[in-house]
T-cell receptor, first 109, second 112 residues
Framework: EDQVTQSPEALRLQEGESSSLNCSYTVSGLRGLFWYRQDPGKGPEFLFTLYSAGEEKEKERLKATLTKKESFLHITAPKPEDSATYLCAVQDGSEKLVFGKGTKLTVNP | GAGVSQSPRYKVAKRGQDVALRCDPISGHVSLFWYQQALGQGPEFLTYFQNEAQLDKSGLPSDRFFAERPEGSVSTLKIQRTQQEDSAVYLC??????????FGPGTRLTVT
């Protein structure tokens, strides 16, 4: 059974203080690893897809990386508007996504 | 362009009532998914359609849950005889085949 574990559960940063969120996974045949951002009262917003170990993708202050067992979401010089819950999900041979519980990020000004 | 839309955004039902939740996917997306999200948790898979065919319903928690997509576009998730444990946010997502999924805003169901 596919499993996704995200850590930490919650993270508080000061504006400009860079950090990383972790996503550990076990999956039988990884087709893709997905990162989403979710704001309160809204649906998840797609950020990145990673397909193979060693792959990296960047978007503004966010960079996602992938190894055979985990993925990291690096946040460089975060701003208060980066505050949200970040969700990691894996996809195996089926179409469905298996999500972790998320990391709630708060960036204080 | 238009994203995934869901209605209603909020639904309050008395225990035992039937409810129907609607999802309008992004135009042209063949795959449609329903997920259930409890407070403080990640979304959990319920069911999946490719066009009008329901290919996976392994996540539906009981036979009180039923989903359909008769014309391969709009989908409805129906919950019969609602129970308090059904209270959650129900998310719909759509995608092109084997690509990233785009989510709607969700329907928050509260069963009293």
């Amino acid at each position: 059974e596919d499993q996704v574990t995200q850590s930490p559960e919650a993270l508080r940063l000061q504006e400009g203080e860079s950090s990383s969120l972790n996503c550990s996974y076990t999956v039988s045949g990884l087709r893709g690893l997905f990162w989403y951002r979710q704001d309160p009262g809204k649906g998840p917003e797609f950020l990145f897809t990673l397909y193979s170990a060693g792959e990296e993708k960047e978007k503004e202050r966010l960079k996602a990386t992938l190894t055979k067992k985990e993925s990291f979401l690096h946040i460089t010089a975060p701003k208060p508007e980066d505050s949200a819950t970040y969700l990691c999900a894996v996809q195996d041979g089926s179409e469905k996504l298996v999500f972790g519980k998320g990391t709630k990020l708060t960036v204080n000004p | 362009g238009a994203g995934v839309s869901q209605s209603p955004r909020y639904k309050v039902a008395k225990r035992g009532q039937d409810v129907a939740l609607r999802c309008d996917p992004i135009s042209g997306h063949v795959s449609l998914f329903w997920y259930q999200q409890a407070l403080g948790q990640g979304p959990e898979f319920l069911t999946y359609f490719q066009n009008e065919a329901q290919l996976d319903k392994s996540g539906l928690p009981s036979d009180r849950f039923f989903a359909e997509r008769p014309e391969g576009s709009v989908s409805t998730l129906k919950i019969q005889r609602t129970q308090q444990e059904d209270s959650a946010v129900y998310l719909c997502a759509s995608s092109l085949h084997l690509r990233e999924q785009y989510f709607g805003p969700g329907t928050r169901l509260t069963v009293t």
